[in-house]
């Protein structure tokens, strides 16, 4: 009877030893598929994001485990990384400039390339400087050319007046040789509605210390 359940023991042991070995491989290759930890990057270059958009900026010659620094990217903007022009199976993890969560990530067939050559769309939360992780495919960071990385804006959020809200209310247009007076703080935000302009009329508009003239000119 002591053999017997010796052996049951045993039996259990190795079953429990075999499940563990088969989850433990499961979890590795989750995670060879998984963001590229930032580790201690080479940073092949530094560069500002595209103001506007259309233009393209470009990294070339990134070797695998290297970082395309971009300064100056824009919250709720929206880019796009891509590697289309490398001959391996690359990966690229977008992180916050020094480390930390990860913000994006492709290995294959992203948005820009339709290949195994990495690209992704990728809008910051939170303006700043970020850090473009390029990998060739495992995470390796073996040091092989992986070609160029380019960045540009899809879209950029409105800037400057975005004509929010009326300040203070509608008002006729000024007749000739007269001004019409706006007193008060107004921002950046709020816009000036004037009515029954006459086709042809000319104004000019001039600031002082809190407060804004309307003045005709001529009609």
């Known amino acids: 009877m ?26 590795g290759t989750t995670e060879l598929k998984a963001q590229c930890v930032y580790g201690a990057p080479i940073i092949t270059c530094t560069l500002a994001a595209p103001a506007t958009v259309g233009p393209i900026i470009s990294c070339n010659n990134m070797t695998s485990g290297s970082v395309f620094r971009v300064t100056g990217m824009v919250a709720g903007g929206q880019y796009r990384i891509s590697n ?37 769309n990728f809008t910051p939360a939170v303006a700043g400087t970020y850090d473009i992780k390029l990998s060739q495919y495992f995470c390796q960071t073996n040091g092989t050319n992986l070609g160029t990385v380019t960045v540009n804006a899809l879209s950029l959020p409105a800037t400057g007046c975005t004509n929010s809200s009326l300040y203070p209310g509608p008002f006729n247009a000024p007749a000739v040789g007269t001004t019409y007076s706006i007193n008060g703080c107004q921002y950046q935000s709020e816009y000036n509605q004037m009515n029954n302009v006459v086709a042809g009329s000319n104004f000019i508009s001039t600031a002082c210390w809190n407060c804004i003239n309307w003045n005709g000119i001529y009609s």
């Open 84 to 120: 289309c022009t490398g001959f391996f199976d690359s990966q690229i993890t977008v992180y916050p400039a020094g480390g930390g969560a990860s913000q994006a990530y492709n290995d294959d067939f992203g948005p820009g390339c339709a290949t195994s050559q990495a690209s992704v």
């Open 2 to 27: 002591r053999n017997h359940n010796y052996l049951s023991k045993i039996s259990t042991s190795c079953m429990s030893l075999l499940f563990c070995c088969l989850l433990l491989t499961g979890l």
